[in-house]
């Protein structure tokens, strides 16, 4: 009897708990919701298709690194973006970030450096990986390099 008394008190606390979750990822999902509405006039389908009960997170995390206390100047932020979404590739997001970039004062040149830089990254990659460099060995010569080229440029 003590047993059954104890399993129907974990499933009500278990029920009242979730049920408290769900109203508060509700209403979060709608404050989300009606923020972004009123940043970009509409609810863009990137969202939409975003998980309810996460959508208040990655909203979030979306103003953050979109904020203007951001590091790196919004231009700039576009490009690396550019050149990551070319390399996955994903057709949304090069056209989502190009025209940012583009919105936030990028070149046509600026833009086509973005994506060879990207392009340059991902080739020395597939060299090193392919060829598995030894990554110590690598980072050594590296700070060599960088050591060399340091105090040859103080001549």
């Given amino acids: 009897m003590k047993t059954t008394i104890k399993k129907v008190c ?3 606390t278990i029920f009242l708990i979730s049920t408290t979750l769900s109203a508060q ?6 404050k989300a919701k009606t923020e972004i509405q009123e940043q ?3 609810f863009p389908t990137m969202f939409k298709v975003y998980p309810k009960h996460a959508l208040a997170g990655a909203w979030e995390n979306f103003k953050q690194l979109n904020s203007p206390t951001s590091k790196i100047p919004p231009k700039y932020r576009e ?3 550019l050149a990551v979404a070319s390399q996955i590739p994903c057709a949304y997001c090069i056209y989502f970030h ?3 970039a583009k ?3 990028a070149t046509d040149e600026e833009i086509q450096e973005a994506v060879a830089q990207g392009a340059a990254t991902r080739q020395w990659s597939m ?9 110590a ?5 590296f700070d060599a390099m960088m050591k060399y080229m340091s105090e040859k440029s103080k001549k």
């Fill in 40 to 42: 970009f006039g509409v």
């Fill in 103 to 105: 919105a936030f004062g």
């Fill in 79 to 81: 490009l690396l973006q």
């Fill in 127 to 135: 060299i090193l990986q392919g060829n598995q460099t030894d990554l």
């Fill in 98 to 100: 190009t025209a940012s």
């Fill in 137 to 141: 060995a690598f980072k050594a010569e």
């Fill in 10 to 12: 974990l499933l009500i």
């Fill in 25 to 30: 990822d509700n209403k979060a999902y709608e």
